[in-house]
């Protein structure tokens, strides 16, 4: 099946900075990305997603970049604060079948220092 | 919250026994998921459903079984529950006609 590997599995930033993670990917199917945000106790979130024929998209703060010949795609979080601390996992998805399932990279851990 | 509830939220078992993990939605999505979160593992899909009566095993499907008798309904069964079972279960569903999937609330699952 798929695979995704995501980096770095922790991240610490001081607020007001950038941060960037990372998943690459094998299946060059794959064409739907999804990032998720999880607060400790809660449910995975969407903040935002990407599909295979577009680059780059943003959201507010937030963008997500994909690289579709070197099969990685990036989240972006620009003038962090503290409540953008939390785990964030990418995922992807090959929607040319009809099964719709979602792999997911193991997660990342940012923690955002005021 | 995409009408996604769960139930029970939290619950402790013995190992051995049968476990039955309920997800309910209200807007007649077609396809549902179950997953589990470990540390160190991130998301893992158990099995999940693509309509009424259809069904099909995850990447940890080992242990555990899936019913849909209803369009509203997605139950986890885990048969005779073992201290790996130990985890947080979410349910998903997959927004109609996009890719996006929602998540529940979660169960939490101890078998001691």
């Known amino acids: 099946g798929e695979n995704v590997e995501q980096h770095p599995s922790t991240l610490s930033v001081q607020e007001g900075d950038s941060a960037v993670i990372k998943c690459t990917y094998s299946d060059s199917a794959s064409n739907y990305f999804p990032w998720y945000k999880q607060e400790l106790g809660k449910r995975p979130q969407l903040i935002i997603d990407?599909?295979?024929?577009?680059g780059e998209k943003k959201d507010q703060r937030i963008a997500v970049t994909l690289n579709k010949t070197a099969k990685h795609f990036s989240l972006h979080i620009t003038e962090t604060q503290p409540e953008d601390s939390a785990v964030y996992f990418c995922g992807l998805e090959n929607s040319g079948g009809s099964n719709y399932k979602l792999t997911f990279g193991k997660g990342t851990l940012l923690t955002v220092n005021p | 919250d995409a009408g996604i509830t769960q139930s029970p939220r939290h619950k402790v078992t013995e190992t051995g026994t049968p476990v039955t993990l309920r997800c309910h939605q209200t807007?007649?999505?077609?396809?549902m998921y179950w997953y589990r979160q470990d540390p160190g593992h991130g998301l893992r899909l158990i099995h999940y459903s693509y309509g009424v009566k259809d069904t099909d095993k995850g990447e940890v499907s080992d242990g555990y079984s899936v019913s849909r008798s209803k369009t509203e309904d997605f139950l986890l069964t885990l048969e005779s529950a073992t201290s790996s079972q130990t985890s947080v279960y979410f349910c998903?569903?997959?927004?109609?006609?996009?890719?996006?999937?929602?998540f529940g609330p979660g169960t939490r699952l101890t078998v001691l």
């Open positions: 990407i599909r295979s024929n577009v």
């Open positions: 807007e007649n999505h077609r396809y």
């Open positions: 998903a569903i997959r927004a109609g006609g996009y890719n996006e999937q929602f």
